[in-house]
């Protein structure tokens, strides 16, 4: 085998990593973040939520199954750099059509292999996720840290744009149609109208930049607030649109940056957490069945409700808004982090977590019905009015 190219890892605060070039050869910059999961490196790296971002893999063993055409979540990947701890030489799965390394050299895709990742996951766990840049070209750690401070924050950064459709598209609903979803595009993942669709929904997917108008002709019974990258509270015309579906009581629901997003609209604030939630094993407890579930988390920023935030524990009154009563519905039982909100008198909910979640778990996958029979309420609601 062939002795691999040297490249240096270098953290913004200096602390710096060696390893061997993974990828494509070249340098890279964005925000190092660790996701804990221990499959679904496929999914983790066509996420648009990772757009920007230098994804470090805790687990040691990556790239193992291969690449294959059918567990893309979007239609590249959108990592800024991938850090593993031991790549595998070979990709075996009956499933693959390619290797991991060829998948990310061909796409451009700057990364690093040989890196003590837990040593690098406990730092970032104790000093806070921060930016980052891998170079298999720049030998001098100064001359690339110099660089690396240079590079735009996450705080502040508006990125939807960035990642979302071009143009409209529809998911058709697998066999008997019952309802018309708009979603909004600020990242979504390929999964979440798969999974609407087993519902029986037909999903229109807009741009960001779309109005409620846009999404309502396309004869919607709901509005759906995807997730996506960047920091919510530079969101403003998503939030309008949202104040404006709430206004309407068209039923809302939000996953992650949606969540986020429908989390201002209703009047609370965001924050940005210290390295954030990314995985596929993180409890949640579901505060209207006592349920605990395992889910798939993949967010930075969370929603800021009184009396809440990580570590302390969140209030279960009901919450006065400009829209009637809001509750905590879902939080995290690592960190107390407010992963839900439910309104009480619009039809309106979020999760902060993903439901969809490719490639797992699949114990919230019961939101997606919730989302449904919240529709479904509301059509007979106004078909009662109507008559």
Same mark, same amino acid.
């Given at each position: 085998?062939?002795?691999?190219?040297?490249?240096?890892?270098?953290?913004?605060?200096?602390?710096?990593?060696?390893?061997?070039?993974?990828?494509?050869?070249?340098?890279?910059?964005?925000? $190092?973040?660790?996701? =804990? /999961?221990?499959?679904?490196?496929? *999914?983790?790296? !066509?996420?648009?939520? #990772?757009?920007?971002?230098? +994804?470090?893999?805790?687990?040691?063993?990556?790239?193992?199954?291969?690449?294959?055409?059918?567990?893309?979540?979007?239609?590249?990947?959108?990592?800024?750099?991938?850090?593993?701890?031991?790549?595998?030489?070979?990709?075996?799965?009956?499933?693959?059509?390619?290797?991991?390394?060829?998948?990310?050299?061909?796409?451009?895709?700057?990364?690093?292999?040989?890196?003590?990742?837990?040593?690098?996951?406990?730092?970032?766990?104790?000093?806070?996720?921060?930016?980052?840049?891998?170079?298999?070209?720049?030998?001098?750690?100064?001359?690339?840290?110099?660089?690396?401070?240079? $590079?735009?924050?996450? =705080? /502040?950064?508006?990125?939807?744009? *960035?990642?979302? !459709?071009?143009?409209? #598209?529809?998911?058709?609903? +697998?066999?008997?149609?019952?309802?018309?979803?708009?979603?909004?595009?600020?990242?979504?993942?390929?999964?979440?109208?798969?999974?609407?669709?087993?519902?029986?929904?037909?999903?229109?997917?807009?741009?960001?930049?779309?109005?409620?108008?846009?999404?309502?002709?396309?004869?919607?019974?709901?509005?759906?607030?995807?997730?996506?990258?960047?920091?919510?509270?530079?969101?403003?015309?998503?939030?309008?649109?949202?104040?404006?579906?709430?206004?309407?009581?068209?039923?809302?629901?939000?996953?992650?940056?949606?969540?986020?997003?429908?989390?201002?609209?209703?009047?609370?604030?965001?924050?940005?957490?210290?390295?954030?939630?990314?995985?596929?094993?993180?409890?949640?407890?579901?505060?209207?069945?006592?349920?605990?579930?395992?889910?798939?988390?993949?967010?930075?920023?969370?929603?800021?409700?009184?009396?809440?935030?990580?570590?302390?524990?969140?209030?279960?009154?009901?919450?006065?808004?400009?829209?009637?009563?809001?509750?905590?519905?879902?939080?995290?039982?690592?960190?107390?982090?407010?992963?839900?909100?439910?309104?009480?008198?619009?039809?309106?909910?979020?999760?902060?977590?993903?439901?969809?979640?490719?490639?797992?778990?699949?114990?919230?996958?019961?939101?997606?019905?919730?989302?449904?029979?919240?529709?479904?309420?509301?059509?007979?609601?106004?078909?009662?009015?109507?008559?």
């Amino acid at each position: 085998m062939a002795k691999r190219r040297p490249a240096i890892l270098v953290l913004e605060d200096g602390r710096t990593f060696p390893g061997e070039a993974y990828g494509s050869v070249g340098e890279t910059f964005g925000e $190092a973040v660790f996701n =804990t /999961g221990m499959t679904g490196y496929q *999914e983790t790296l !066509t996420d648009p939520s #990772y757009h920007r971002q230098v +994804v470090v893999q805790t687990a040691p063993h990556i790239g193992n199954t291969g690449v294959n055409g059918e567990d893309d979540e979007s239609g590249r990947i959108w990592v800024a750099g991938y850090v593993v701890r031991d790549p595998a030489r070979i990709g075996s799965n009956w499933r693959a059509t390619g290797g991991l390394e060829d998948r990310l050299a061909t796409e451009g895709v700057v990364g690093i292999s040989g890196v003590d990742t837990r040593a690098l996951t406990r730092h970032l766990r104790e000093r806070g996720a921060m930016r980052v840049g891998i170079s298999s070209v720049e030998k001098d750690p100064q001359s690339l840290l110099a660089r690396v401070r240079q $590079a735009p924050q996450m =705080t /502040g950064a508006n990125l939807s744009d *960035e990642v979302t !459709t071009a143009e409209p #598209y529809v998911v058709e609903a +697998v066999g008997e149609h019952r309802f018309t979803v708009a979603a909004l595009d600020l990242g979504i993942k390929r999964n979440v109208p798969r999974r609407l669709a087993t519902r029986g929904v037909t999903t229109h997917v807009l741009p960001a930049s779309s109005t409620i108008e846009q999404l309502l002709a396309t004869g919607a019974d709901a509005i759906f607030l995807s997730p996506g990258p960047g920091d919510p509270a530079t969101a403003d015309a998503p939030v309008a649109l949202a104040r404006e579906a709430l206004r309407r009581e068209v039923p809302l629901f939000g996953i992650c940056f949606g969540s986020q997003i429908l989390g201002r609209a209703l009047g609370f604030g965001t924050y940005k957490l210290g390295y954030g939630h990314r995985g596929i094993n993180q409890p949640v407890l579901d505060r209207a069945t006592g349920k605990v579930e395992v889910t798939s988390h993949n967010h930075g920023f969370a929603v800021q409700v009184p009396g809440a935030g990580v570590g302390a524990v969140v209030p279960d009154q009901v919450i006065d808004t400009d829209f009637g009563g809001v509750q905590v519905s879902h939080v995290c039982l690592n960190d107390n982090v407010v992963e839900g909100l439910r309104a009480i008198d619009v039809p309106a909910f979020t999760v902060q977590y993903h439901p969809e979640a490719a490639a797992g778990p699949h114990d919230a996958d019961y939101l997606f019905d919730r989302f449904a029979e919240l529709i479904e309420g509301k059509t007979h609601s106004k078909g009662r009015s109507n008559a």
